[in-house]
């Protein structure tokens, strides 16, 4: 084997090894970043975007037994909107806290929590949400998502701004976005998840 032979076997066997390197720290970056995003979102209890301080976006939107719901029948109160997809298994993981919650002020007449699935990808999204409900006895005032141009069930998932679900939106008695809760963070019990939900309220409140 001449030299030359052996620069280009060198070579050739270099630039491979390169471009395995590149490709493997390529995934690698890719895999801590998507790492990293999931944490920021269910670690992040606010989300400082456009819709923050200003009125929420109005709507009106199906309940499950077909009648229309809008936003503004709830004008005076206090609103929790929680939107939430029966696929979301950190939206599951973040109910008991809300539940614990919405017991908390079920006799206030002020405060008023409604649940918007949104992102659904099954067609049958609406039996499998009277399943859930069935299954762990929430009474939850679910509302259904419209869909948007792209024919995907996002309209008002967009409108509020959102990076994901589960996301608990805090409107006050003016109609106005005050605060926004993004994800569910892992280990953090009911009662912790309930505490914090109250605190928004109670800022609302005051």
Known sequence: MNNLTKTILVFGFTFLIFQAREAFAKDLDFNIHSASLQISINLTPKD??????????AFTLKDLSGKSISLSDYKG????IDFWATWCVPCRESFPAVKLAMDKYKDNDD?????????EVDKDYKTLVEKFLKDTGYSFDVLFDEHSKDGKMNKYYLKYVM????TKIFIDKQGIVRAKAIGFQPGQT??????NISM??????K
């Not at 990076?163 to 589960?166: E, K, L, R, S, Y």
């Open 111 to 119: 405060v008023k929590f409604l649940f918007i699935d949104t992102r």
């Open 77 to 80: 109160k206090i609103i929790v």
């Open 190 to 195: 009911a009662e912790e998840g309930a505490k």
């Open 163 to 166: 990076p994901g679900i589960p």
């Open 200 to 205: 928004e309220i109670e800022n609302l409140r």
């Open 48 to 57: 400082p975007d456009s819709t923050l301080n200003k009125p929420a976006p």
